[in-house]
């Protein structure tokens, strides 16, 4: 089953705004790792937040972590074109599990 | 240095046929995941190899199957070929955490 579950399942927004999405896991983790996949390629590592971490940085994106909870967000500030993809959130267990994704796409 | 490499990139095939997919990990990863990409069913987990051994194994039938090389290189088969099998197969290596992927290699069965 899955153990990363993306919300919403698809955002659009204006070229500029910020984007928001959220993932839920069932179990607990060691990291918890965001990445981005363009149509038909493969995943791109964004950021990987350690399960005693709460918040990091990586330019313009920013991760939460709340292990009591068992959830995770992703921000993308001041969207860009460039930034749609789909975006998947996936737990390290004893093996990395993906969510189904959320399809972000910026509109000019 | 160079990236995670699948060959081929694009590959048709007809039912009941095999098929065989390669992945070259980054220099020095040892291990090597494979995961099966559909629109329906999301990325699923197919299996892991470290330094040669299945570490890992998801909920795929026994006609799915792998392999990795002294050379961390890693390939996978897929046997008896069914329609159901169409998918992007990715392939990520890693050096312990963060998994870098391949480009995928686009399976269509007819």
């Known amino acids: 089953s899955q153990q990363g579950e993306e919300d919403p399942q698809a955002l659009s927004i204006q070229e500029g705004e910020n984007a928001t999405m959220n993932c839920s896991y069932k179990t607990s983790i060691n990291n918890l790792q965001w990445y981005r996949q363009n149509s038909g390629r493969g995943l791109v590592h964004l950021i990987l937040i350690r399960s005693n971490e709460r918040e990091k940085h990586s330019g313009r994106l920013r991760v939460t972590l709340d292990t009591s909870k068992k959830s995770s967000s992703l921000l993308i500030t001041a969207s860009r074109a460039a930034d749609t993809a789909s975006y998947f959130c996936a737990t390290d267990d004893d093996k990395i599990i993906f969510g189904k994704g959320t399809r972000l796409h910026i509109l000019p | ?110």
């Open chain 2, 1 to 110: 240095k160079a990236g995670v490499t699948q060959t081929p990139r694009y590959l048709i095939k007809t039912r009941g046929q095999q098929v065989t997919l390669s992945c070259s990990p980054i220099s020095g990863h040892r291990s090597v995941s494979w995961y099966q990409q559909t629109p329906g069913q999301g990325l699923q987990f197919l299996f892991e190899y470290f330094s040669e051994t299945q570490r890992n194994k998801g909920n795929f039938p026994g006609r799915f199957s792998g392999r990795q090389f002294s050379n961390s290189r890693s390939e996978m088969n897929v046997s008896t070929l069914e329609l159901g099998d169409s998918a992007l197969y990715l392939c990520a290596s890693s050096p312990g955490y963060g998994y870098t992927f391949g480009s995928g290699t686009r399976l269509t069965v007819v």
